[in-house]
């Protein structure tokens, strides 16, 4: 040992000599009648939560058992969000496809995070040879043009919840605070959309570098992601092939743990 520092407590910070192994140190003392415990000078961090105005409000992101809507929630009951923020909170690389209404790519929450077709120029031609002409920021399935802005805002909602930009003090919090999301939109002004589209904006994301697809969205009668193996899902087993893509959905769940919809999960490598 180099040095020993001894406050007012009964803990000894001792510093090692340059080079002296660390595991062997603490070996060594452990091994001392007279120390409890040894531990590394380990640097600490405040936990990452983010300054966003209405982060209370994001139960499923963290559930201390707040109030929201009138009802008191769960502790607990939620994706353990800020245990995973304190890990990272960069998903800058990863581009997220969010098939649904569009999605309001100019919302001061999102527009930071909205994905870029880097390979694409506004200048009337598909530039990038993908089949879309000027499709910088993802396509309208729905009037087969490249604005996939949202008349709904459902798609919008979700994205939000994907993605809204995290500690820019700024509305709320998405799961992740930088991400790519891309818009594809397949549903209409009044929440409707086609098997086609849907099928459509899923061999888009695939193709143009989405590892994750979201869509929250359904019909009645069926479930075009509930199916499982052998039973593939038709829309989903166009791209199987692909080896990159991801595509997942979640268990809905209410502010008190409860489920709400049914859970389906398919993951694709
Ligand atoms: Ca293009
Ligand atoms: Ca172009
Ligand atoms: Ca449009
Ligand atoms: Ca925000």
New binding site residues.
Partial sequence: MLSAHQGKTSFLRLKLKPGQDVGAAIQSLTAQPWVVHVQPNYIYHATALPNDPHFSEYWGLQNTGQLVNGVTGTTGADISAVRAWDETTNCSAMVVAVIDTGVDYNHPDLTANIWA?AG?VLDGT??????????VRGWDFVQGDNDPMDFNEHGTHVSGTIGAVGNNAVGGTGICWNVQIMPLRVLNSVDSGTTADIAAAVDYAAANGARVINMSLGAPGTNILSSVPPARPPVCSWNFDTGTLQLWTAQTLDNLGNPLATTVAERFL
């Fill in positions: 077709n694409e598909d530039t990038d040879g993908n089949g879309f002409i000027d499709d």
